[in-house]
């Protein structure tokens, strides 16, 4: 069976930066859990990177990472808001609820990815007027950038977060695409995180050249006390931290996490801006980070087929609706061959703006 084409940033593997740093972090020994060297720089350049104190707990997974930190923002007995197509809710097997000892998740609708302040509003006012009937609210999480490529702008994260907070609430951002986000904001971190008043974020990594690690990125002291101890509990405390730790500063340092999202947000808009002026073709969302849902008419699905480029298909009521995601190692070969395909059949202008 042919393997679609840009099925996801998590094929990519781990940047060659990334594996020298791995490679020297193995020389010699070294404290463990997170009492070595590297785990301390790691830590101050994140507190550099984010500019405030932080805390760093680096996770193997996503997964992990979104588990743990709503674990340590939600009771048993609360219930966590996000939107309807957020990965804690449809794609994570109940990891949210499992760490969290039994929190409901809520569904928000909206738009694009990504739901509102009002949303938000009017679903806090309606759970609190069932009472006792409903699982109290304690956080709300934000998918940054979102399950459908989109990206939160800082003055929608500030609204909501001011809201969330004004209830009680806590914020927790899904960044497994934070760096894409980022370079599509071109804002630095701590204006899209603390300073728009997230509290806790789950830091992607993995899908941005690193292996098999992300982080949780904790702004609040109180939090990060709660959370080392729940990631000991779950044996997510891991031994031998320094090759965690070496990932994250050969990331940040210099700015790679920065290049590569970069390149994949480019690659994403190369894509996009010719698919867009296809005949018959509608882009099913704005292009703002490294995927693209787009609806394509067979003749141009046939011609990159047959050009051995298949492409994923997506659930959806549009017929044609595909899903493509770029990352930073991209063949441009492939992206050459994608283009001359494509080529033929860009006869319209583009119907759907690539980024909003």
Not at 174 to 197: I, M, Q, S, Y
Request: a negative charge; charged letters at 15%; proline letters at 6%.
């Amino acid at each position: 069976m042919t393997r679609p084409a840009f099925l996801s940033d998590n094929e990519a593997g781990t940047d060659p930066r990334i594996l020298a740093a791995l490679v020297a972090a193995n020389e010699g020994l070294a404290l463990p859990y997170g009492a070595d060297d590297l785990s301390a720089q790691a830590r101050a350049l994140c507190c550099e990177v984010f500019e405030r104190e932080v805390f760093v707990f680096p996770t193997p997974t996503g997964t992990a990472a979104n588990g743990l930190s709503l674990a340590a923002l939600t009771p048993p007995y609360g219930a966590i808001l996000c939107h309807e197509a957020a990965h804690i809710l449809t794609s994570e097997a109940g990891a949210a609820e499992f760490f969290t000892s039994g929190a409901r998740l809520i569904a928000l609708p909206g738009a694009e990815g990504r739901f509102s302040a009002e949303t938000l509003r009017a679903a806090l006012e309606s759970i609190a007027a069932d009472g006792v009937r409903q699982p109290r609210p304690a956080a709300i999480s934000l998918t940054q950038a979102s399950e459908s490529g989109t990206v939160y702008t800082l003055a929608e994260t500030r609204e909501i977060a001011g809201i969330a907070h004004g209830a009680g609430l806590r914020v927790h951002m899904d960044g497994a695409r934070f760096a894409n986000a980022l370079v599509h904001l071109g804002c630095p971190p701590a204006e899209a995180t603390w300073k728009a008043g997230v509290d806790i974020l789950s830091f992607g990594l993995t899908k941005n050249g690193g292996m098999n690690t992300d982080a949780i990125i904790v702004f609040d002291a109180g939090i990060a006390a709660e959370l080392n101890h729940r990631c000991k509990r779950a044996g997510l405390a891991q031994s031998k931290m320094r090759f965690a730790s070496a990932q994250i500063l050969a990331s940040l340092a210099g700015g790679l996490w920065l290049d590569n999202a970069r390149r994949a947000n480019a690659n994403a808009q190369r894509l996009a801006g010719a698919l867009a002026g296809c005949a018959g073709a509608t882009l099913a969302q704005p292009v703002e980070a490294n995927e693209i849902f787009v609806c394509l008419p067979e003749p141009v699905l046939a011609a990159l087929a047959g050009a051995g480029i298949v492409l994923r298909p997506w659930p959806g009521p549009q017929p044609g609706l595909c899903r493509l995601v770029t990352s930073f190692a991209d063949d441009e070969a492939l992206i050459a061959r994608f283009l001359a395909v494509v080529a033929p059949y860009s006869s319209q202008p583009v119907t759907t703006p690539l980024t909003s």
